[in-house]
């Protein structure tokens, strides 16, 4: 079972930047599809990119395509998230999840994700 934990969230100026990073705890962890989520108060769950194993292809929501770039590193079992043009509607907690053998069309579901991180907050300020 792998761990993951994300790293890299704080408080931002609208229009600033931002990179997130997942660790993973174990040397599978360059199997596994990772994603990240963010949950914004009050609203559900939401993908904003992903990137799959061992493809390595990357997926994006369209409300950060062109701002957000997804990045593995598996030989420092990380992904990382670089997050520009920040504003205030990408205020969140940002999850990190993991998850083996998922399929292209359910890529953007959290519930094909097995492995979840605690979150880390970002927030834009306008």
């Known amino acids: 079972q792998v761990q993951l934990v994300e790293s890299g969230g704080g408080l931002v100026q609208d229009g600033g930047s931002l990179r997130l990073s997942c660790s993973g705890s174990?040397?599978?962890?360059?199997?596994?599809?990772i994603g990240w989520f963010r949950q914004a108060r009050g609203k559900e769950r939401e993908f904003v990119a992903a990137?799959?194993?061992?493809?390595?292809?990357?997926h994006y929501a369209d409300s950060v395509k062109g701002r957000f770039t997804i990045s593995r590193d598996n030989a420092k079992n990380a992904v990382h998230l670089q997050m520009n043009h920040l504003t205030p509607d990408d205020t969140a907690v940002y999850y990190c999840?993991?998850?083996?053998?998922?399929?292209?069309?359910?890529?953007?579901?959290?519930?094909?994700?097995?492995?979840w991180g605690q979150g880390t907050q970002v927030t834009v300020s306008s």
């Open positions: 999840a993991g998850g083996a053998g998922i399929i292209l069309s359910s890529i953007r579901g959290p519930r094909n994700y097995a492995y």
């Open positions: 990137v799959r194993s061992p493809a390595r292809t990357t």
């Open positions: 174990e040397g599978t962890f360059s199997r596994y599809t």
